[in-house]
């Protein structure tokens, strides 16, 4: 529960700042789906599933354009981040693959949604796919493999 509620700080913080969004042109690339991720990893699905609330709430709170002031859009795709990477990494024991999953989960959720419900066109939502989806999966692949590393190293939980 300490995990759960140190990574819900976190997710609030991050969503307030500009270390949580960032700016890149047409989208911003996000860290806030790393809390979910490592919650996901270190605690199960349910506390993935409750940090990527907080990350979905957040973007709709925040929102800057009509896609995200769409609570399908902005939310679901990040309850969604918790329950993916908790399997991939129960199956793959691996963090990294995990981190890439779950990042996958919400770029493709999120433009994907997009794409269906209107927002985007299929070609905005690949070139935003590209641009912002490799920098988000390279950055959650790289923490959330020193965070679970350094954690399990610790013996903490």
Known sequence: MTVAGMLSAISIVLSVT???YIPLGIANATTMHIPTIIGAILEGPYV???IGLIFGISSFIRQNTPLFADPVIAIIPRVMIGIVSYYAYKYTK???IAAAAGTLTN???VLGLAVLHGY???AVAIGVAVKNGI???IVAVI???IV???VKKMNIL
């Open 135 to 137: 920098f988000e999966i």
């Open 18 to 20: 500009p270390l949580g």
């Open 48 to 50: 993935g599933v409750f």
């Open 107 to 109: 770029t493709i959720g």
């Open 143 to 145: 923490l959330t493999t």
């Open 94 to 96: 691996n963090s990294g």
């Open 120 to 122: 985007l066109s299929l």
């Open 148 to 150: 679970v590393r350094s």
